[in-house]
């Protein structure tokens, strides 16, 4: 970036920083949930607003024709983003449950560089939580599941707009996250992910 005044350098990237918009675009799979979604775009806020950015969620499907975009990252929700999708005999144990160990979500990279797409696997986000919340009266949690997408999704936003390929020891952006931490209101970046973010966002007005 380049100031016509040296004295002006740090406050103008701090106001373009404070006014740049990230677009989320999300093409869903399957059908999905309204609550959730909207619960997704609110975490997208809250997580986001230190940063100094604003957040537009966007649906694939809601694409106005020659859109612009200031900052862009595009998801693939693959599978059933929904807590509905519950199977008519629900298994005996916990332990019972299908496996989600893998990744909830992930970032493409292209010659070592961290691209503005990814994807995130709604199925293995929800059989996650459900390991907490169990399988029963799944509308009660379509606010947790949507903000756990939310949380995900921040987390692979962190790799492609810091350029950051390893993961922190604390906060949001640790490499694995348990159900427990989805569901945890108090988690949040650490303050290191915040100053990358807000480099990464400068670095390309």
């Known amino acids: 970036m380049r100031?016509?005044?040296?004295?002006m350098s740090l406050s103008v990237a701090l106001t373009q920083a404070a006014t740049r918009r990230v677009t989320v675009l999300v093409n869903f799979?399957?059908?999905?949930?309204?609550?959730?979604?909207k619960a997704?775009?609110?975490e997208l806020t809250e997580l986001l607003?230190?940063?100094?950015?604003?957040?537009?969620l966007m649906l694939k499907s809601d694409i106005p024709k020659n859109p612009e975009f200031s900052e862009l990252a595009v998801f693939e929700m693959k599978g059933s983003c929904s807590m509905d999708n519950v199977p008519a005999r629900y298994p005996a144990r916990y332990g019972d449950?299908?496996?989600?160990?893998?990744?909830l979500a992930m970032s493409y990279s292209s010659d070592g560089q961290i691209l503005h797409f990814g994807?995130?696997?709604?199925?293995?986000?929800?059989?996650?939580?459900?390991?907490?919340?169990?399988r029963t009266e799944p509308e009660k949690h379509q606010v947790a599941y949507g903000k756990a997408?939310?949380?995900?999704?921040?987390?692979?936003?962190?790799?492609?707009?810091?350029?950051?390929?390893?993961?922190?020891?604390?906060?949001?952006?640790?490499?694995?996250?348990?159900?427990?931490?989805?569901?945890?209101?108090?988690?949040?970046?650490?303050?290191?992910?915040?100053e990358?973010?807000?480099?990464?966002?400068t670095y390309r007005q």
Do not use: N
Request: aromatic share 2%; net charge negative.
């Open 149 to 194: 997408l939310g949380i995900v999704i921040v987390h692979e936003l962190y790799h492609m707009i810091a350029g950051a390929k390893a993961h922190t020891k604390i906060g949001l952006t640790k490499e694995s996250l348990s159900a427990e931490e989805l569901l945890d209101s108090k988690l949040s970046l650490p303050r290191m992910v915040l």
């Open 29 to 37: 799979e399957k059908p999905h949930s309204d609550v959730s979604v």
């Open 3 to 7: 100031s016509v005044a040296l004295f």
């Open 119 to 134: 994807e995130v696997e709604c199925d293995r986000v929800r059989q996650c939580l459900q390991r907490v919340t169990g």
């Open 97 to 103: 449950l299908p496996d989600e160990r893998g990744p």
């Open 49 to 56: 607003e230190p940063v100094g950015v604003t957040v537009d």
């Open 40 to 42: 997704l775009q609110h």
């Open 196 to 201: 990358a973010l807000r480099r990464g966002l």
